[in-house]
């Protein structure tokens, strides 16, 4: 039995909401499984057999109902996102070979080259259907979701994660969070990512708490919605914590205590998907009251580390090992470091994907013969043993001068800059350094530049940290997630 089957005894508990509808679990599961057997009728087969099925929607409670319904029917669930531009989509479509698409009706008249059908077709076709052969039996190691990777170092991959990867990794989290029936999140985050699917959706449906749908993040949206109703739990990206910091810098002073008041409400706020500026943590610590508990984990793992819900959280720090998750830190030769060193995080456990689609030599070549998974990202750990990201292995540490240089502390140092609101550094090739470093500011006046800004950091960094070249812009491209996308920096470079 797969775990959402277990979410009927939730009945009329209200399960999911937007700003137009409101649906029970029991209204959700009932939809679940008429889409399934819509999907086994349209295809004409007893069993998805892992087949394929695509979706675009924006973030509501069909998105879930058709997600519930491909995995019901024996499906791997391929969601796409509105974020993302037409031809990105029409690769992940052709890329994953996907059966069928189904529409959100805002997207029914997009043109792809599957074979597609709109939501209000299905939902039309819905309260006709009686499931006549009865729902297949599903493999707990048989695929359920394939999330495409952000593509930094070439075509994105298809990250598949089996049906027993999704419910260790809900289920860890469940207890570790301390899920409950009567927690209520505001979902702000996109649904082709696994900060949105897994954290913020599949876990609070697990426990049976309520999800309320924000389909697009607007920061004087959200402070209006926290104090029009009480929230126990939220979970951003730091770019959004950042915004909403900017949107309370702008309230009167009446307005900024209600703002806070709305806080007190929430028994957890959760950052990850990007390393979170301690400057961030500080700032929204005194707005909120809140901690932030910021945890570690990626598309193929789901999440691996996490600073603790009850006890000490380090600013800066990710936290500890999930239990029954292994991770180590290892060197270039894929020797254990010392603690204090710098290493590629290497996780192992159920939480692990299953591979990535049809590149069979990727997916080999990202374990180690032991079996465990190479993240890619570069951490170290303190005396307590709590992990701090320095940043991935491939972009954030920059090799210059004969040293090892994390891009990420750079980047916190430049934070703490009263006229900067936000950076990147990268590392370029250089003929007499090996690495040249560089440094991207969007800064808040005309005041700085690059002269007067260099002298500020060789008061705060040894001279080989400080960058060679200082570049303000007034904006950073990123990803759906937030997340700066420092190869496009690169490429200003060129």
Request: glycine share 6%; charged share 20%.
């Given at each position: 039995?797969?775990?959402?089957?277990?979410?009927?005894q939730?009945?009329?508990?209200?399960?999911?909401?937007d700003?137009t509808?409101?649906?029970?679990?029991q209204e959700?599961f009932?939809?679940a499984?008429k889409?399934?057997?819509?999907?086994?009728?349209?295809?004409?087969?007893p069993?998805?057999q892992?087949a394929?099925?695509?979706?675009?929607?924006p973030?509501?409670?069909?998105?879930v109902?058709?997600?519930?319904?491909?995995?019901?029917?024996?499906?791997?669930?391929?969601p796409?996102?509105?974020?993302?531009?037409?031809?990105?989509?029409?690769?992940f479509i052709?890329?994953?070979?996907?059966?069928?698409?189904?529409?959100?009706?805002?997207?029914?008249?997009?043109?792809f080259?599957?074979?597609?059908?709109?939501?209000?077709?299905?939902?039309?076709?819905?309260?006709?259907?009686?499931?006549?052969?009865?729902?297949?039996?599903?493999?707990?190691?048989?695929?359920?979701?394939?999330?495409?990777t952000?593509?930094?170092?070439?075509?994105p991959k298809?990250?598949?994660?089996?049906?027993?990867?999704?419910?260790?990794?809900?289920?860890?989290?469940?207890?570790?969070?301390e899920?409950?029936?009567?927690?209520?999140?505001?979902?702000?985050?996109?649904?082709?990512?696994?900060?949105?699917?897994?954290?913020?959706?599949?876990c609070?449906?697990y426990a049976?708490?309520?999800?309320?749908?924000?389909?697009k993040?607007?920061?004087?949206?959200?402070?209006?919605?926290?104090?029009?109703?009480?929230?126990?739990?939220?979970m951003?990206?730091?770019t959004?914590?950042?915004?909403?910091?900017?949107?309370?810098?702008?309230?009167?002073?009446?307005?900024?205590?209600a703002?806070q008041?709305?806080?007190?409400?929430?028994?957890?706020?959760?950052?990850?998907?990007?390393?979170l500026?301690?400057?961030?943590?500080?700032?929204?610590?005194?707005?909120?009251?809140?901690?932030l508990?910021?945890?570690?984990?990626?598309s193929?793992?789901?999440?691996?580390?996490?600073?603790?819900?009850?006890?000490t959280?380090?600013?800066?720090?990710?936290?500890?090992?999930?239990?029954?998750?292994?991770?180590?830190?290892?060197?270039?030769?894929?020797?254990?470091v010392?603690?204090?060193?710098?290493?590629?995080?290497?996780?192992?456990?159920?939480?692990?994907?299953?591979?990535y689609?049809?590149?069979?030599?990727?997916?080999a070549?990202?374990?180690?013969d032991?079996?465990?998974?190479?993240?890619?990202?570069?951490?170290?750990?303190?005396?307590?043993?709590?992990?701090?990201?320095?940043?991935r292995?491939?972009?954030?540490i920059?090799?210059?001068?004969g040293?090892?240089?994390?891009?990420?502390?750079i980047?916190?140092?430049?934070?703490?800059?009263?006229?900067i609101s936000?950076?990147?550094?990268?590392?370029?090739?250089d003929e007499?350094?090996g690495?040249?470093?560089?440094?991207?500011?969007?800064?808040?006046?005309?005041?700085?530049?690059?002269?007067n800004?260099?002298?500020?950091?060789?008061?705060?960094?040894?001279?080989?940290?400080?960058?060679?070249?200082i570049?303000?812009?007034q904006?950073?491209?990123r990803?759906?997630?937030?997340?700066?996308?420092?190869?496009e920096?690169?490429?200003?470079?060129?």
């Amino acid at each position: 039995m797969l775990w959402i089957e277990k979410t009927a005894q939730f009945g009329a508990k209200t399960a999911l909401r937007d700003e137009t509808q409101k649906w029970t679990y029991q209204e959700l599961f009932s939809k679940a499984q008429k889409v399934a057997i819509f999907l086994l009728e349209k295809l004409q087969v007893p069993h998805l057999q892992g087949a394929r099925i695509a979706y675009l929607f924006p973030s509501c409670p069909e998105y879930v109902a058709v997600q519930w319904g491909i995995w019901l029917a024996g499906g791997m669930a391929v969601p796409l996102s509105p974020l993302h531009p037409k031809t990105e989509m029409e690769y992940f479509i052709q890329d994953s070979e996907a059966s069928l698409l189904i529409l959100h009706d805002n997207f029914s008249d997009l043109n792809f080259s599957v074979p597609s059908i709109s939501w209000d077709i299905v939902e039309g076709s819905l309260e006709n259907l009686q499931n006549s052969v009865g729902f297949p039996e599903i493999a707990l190691h048989s695929p359920a979701l394939m999330i495409y990777t952000s593509g930094t170092t070439g075509k994105p991959k298809g990250v598949m994660l089996s049906h027993k990867n999704l419910t260790f990794q809900i289920e860890t989290l469940v207890k570790a969070w301390e899920w409950q029936k009567t927690d209520k999140i505001l979902h702000v985050l996109p649904l082709h990512h696994i900060h949105g699917i897994v954290n913020a959706l599949l876990c609070a449906l697990y426990a049976g708490a309520e999800v309320v749908f924000l389909p697009k993040f607007e920061p004087q949206k959200v402070w209006d919605i926290w104090q029009r109703e009480p929230f126990s739990v939220f979970m951003a990206v730091p770019t959004i914590y950042n915004r909403l910091i900017a949107e309370w810098q702008k309230a009167t002073e009446n307005e900024k205590r209600a703002m806070q008041a709305a806080c007190q409400n929430m028994r957890l706020m959760i950052s990850g998907s990007a390393a979170l500026p301690v400057s961030i943590l500080e700032k929204w610590q005194k707005i909120s009251g809140h901690f932030l508990l910021e945890r570690y984990g990626m598309s193929e793992i789901g999440m691996a580390i996490s600073n603790p819900l009850h006890g000490t959280r380090k600013a800066g720090f990710v936290g500890l090992p999930l239990p029954n998750i292994e991770v180590r830190l290892v060197d270039e030769n894929n020797q254990p470091v010392l603690q204090g060193e710098a290493g590629e995080i290497q996780v192992k456990g159920e939480n692990v994907f299953m591979g990535y689609w049809k590149r069979e030599q990727a997916t080999a070549e990202s374990f180690t013969d032991d079996g465990f998974f190479k993240t890619g990202d570069i951490a170290m750990q303190d005396t307590d043993g709590y992990y701090k990201i320095l940043g991935r292995k491939s972009t954030d540490i920059i090799k210059t001068a004969g040293y090892k240089v994390s891009a990420i502390e750079i980047e916190e140092t430049l934070r703490l800059h009263s006229e900067i609101s936000d950076c990147a550094v990268v590392g370029i090739a250089d003929e007499d350094k090996g690495e040249k470093i560089i440094a991207f500011v969007i800064a808040q006046s005309s005041n700085l530049n690059e002269n007067n800004l260099k002298d500020w950091l060789k008061t705060q960094l040894a001279y080989y940290k400080v960058p060679a070249q200082i570049i303000f812009l007034q904006d950073f491209p990123r990803n759906a997630m937030g997340k700066v996308i420092k190869t496009e920096l690169k490429n200003l470079l060129k």
